[in-house]
């Protein structure tokens, strides 16, 4: 899944006034947040993970690494927060835009 400029812009907007709902503490990343971080996307689809772990390279891999294990997309990382989308199969709640 790759998204366009436009679509990624939309979901910033839509995951602005979001609070963190998984926790990256300093056990890293395990499979129990894995676990979490699939329910919540299957959950709301959009999410944001706080990221507390080490310096930026390694928030950065965390958070990538977490997108990738949960076939979800990182539209943005600001600081120790990440936002992730993955599109739900069945009734999906947000309408990304067309290019």
Not at 17 to 25: A, E, I, K, T
Not at 59 to 72: E, W, Y
Not at 76 to 82: D, E, F, K, L, T
Request: no cysteine; charged share 25%; glycine share 6%.
């Amino acid at each position: 899944m790759s998204l366009s400029e436009k679509q990624r812009k939309h979901l910033r907007r839509l995951a602005h006034p979001l609070n963190p709902v998984v926790m990256l503490g300093n056990a890293g990343l395990t499979q129990g947040v894995v676990a979490e971080t699939q329910r919540a996307l299957q959950d709301h689809e959009l999410v944001k993970v706080s990221a507390r772990v080490g310096d930026r390279e390694s928030r950065d891999a965390a958070l990538a690494s977490l997108a990738q294990q949960t076939a979800s997309e990182l539209v943005q990382r600001i600081g120790n927060v990440g936002v992730l989308y993955r599109r739900r199969e069945s009734l999906p709640k947000i309408v990304l835009p067309d290019d």
